[in-house]
């Protein structure tokens, strides 16, 4: 074991280097350097845990925003949904009363009733009258008449009921003939 005692020969002939590059280690650290990859570690604790504070906190704060707008758009779906609707100015034949009737021939339509002045008390269709039932004061409805019919009725709120439609007015007389 002769061999393992002695340095081989080529470092024996190498001096320590005086210069270098950055890549060398220094004798002396400089000051205010930390001294180890554990020290530099332990440095940044701090900074670390402000960032880390911050990244939870904004992740709540969004995550807090966004519950509360589905609370916000579920809440407003589940309300109960109020009729809106704009009546005919007032006639200007010296009333001062609005028709609380409406009369509706064809087409599809969204209507509401109300007891309340101004509204509709009762909607006229050519098969039916609707009107509200007892012990309601507001109802919406949805409903299409094609051709004389009403092919879809429904109660969106409140609750209505079905009158038979009203009396037919009778035809015009004929026009007297002429002698010719």
Do not use: C, F
Request: no cysteine.
């Amino acid at each position: 074991m002769k061999g393992e005692d002695a340095a081989p020969p080529a470092a024996l002939g190498r001096a320590a280097p005086t210069r270098g590059s950055d890549d060398e280690l220094l004798a002396d650290p400089p000051a205010g350097a930390p001294p180890g990859g554990i020290q530099g570690y332990a440095a940044g604790r701090r900074l670390r845990l402000v960032l880390g504070i911050a990244v939870v906190g904004l992740v709540a704060g969004v995550g807090w925003t966004v519950k509360r707008w589905k609370d916000e758009a579920e809440a407003e779906r589940r309300a109960p949904k109020q009729p809106s609707y704009s009546l005919a100015a007032v006639p200007d034949d010296g009333s001062d009363e609005r028709p609380r009737r409406l009369v509706w021939n064809d087409g599809p339509a969204r209507l509401g009733l109300s007891s309340a002045e101004p509204g509709v008390e009762e909607i006229v269709l050519p098969d039916r009258r609707l009107r509200l039932a007892p012990g309601h004061d507001v109802a919406q409805l949805r409903l299409e008449v094609r051709d004389g019919k009403t092919i879809e009725l429904k109660v969106l709120v409140g609750d209505i009921v079905q009158l038979p439609p009203e009396a037919a007015a009778a035809p015009p007389p004929d026009p007297p003939a002429k002698a010719q």
